[in-house]
């Protein structure tokens, strides 16, 4: 099948596909003259390839994935799932630990705001400034 088939199919671009091709992602592709012939393997490998992608990885990250142009090295592929998992978890963690920190500051402005105290209304002038103005005191 021809570039457009195989787009057609996957739903990759053809500029796509040919830049997967330059990467060595697909293997050898075959040739009729001038025009890149693809065979079902070349489609399982670039639904692959968008797949990973749509998982957060790397064109980069998926050569090892397809070295030598056949199946898929599969245990490389789990090694890889593995990794972003373990990054992904990470994240989430500092992504927990800086809401917790968020609205610890949150609870401190909107104390500070709510206080009639005018030492803690001085100290409070920047916290007032920086929230929006239709926001409840």
């Known amino acids: 099948m021809y570039i457009g088939e195989i787009a057609r199919r ?6 796509a596909i040919r830049h997967y091709e330059a990467l060595g992602l697909l293997g050898t592709v075959g040739r009729s003259g001038s025009y890149r012939v693809y065979s079902e393997l070349d489609v399982a490998q670039v639904e692959l390839i968008r797949q990973a992608q749509a998982l957060g990885f790397r064109l980069a990250e998926l050569q090892p994935l397809v070295a030598g142009g056949g199946e898929p090295d599969w245990p490389v592929l ?3 799932i593995e990794a972003r998992r373990a990054a992904i978890t990470a ?3 500092r992504l927990r630990a800086l809401d917790l920190r968020l ?6 402005i909107r104390a500070c705001l709510a206080s009639t105290a005018t030492v803690a209304a001085s100290h409070c002038e920047a916290a007032r400034a920086a929230l929006p103005e239709d926001a409840p005191a």
């Open 10 to 15: 996957t739903g990759a671009s053809p500029k």
């Open 78 to 80: 789990c090694r890889l």
């Open 91 to 93: 994240e989430i963690e």
């Open 103 to 108: 609205d610890a500051v949150h609870a401190e």
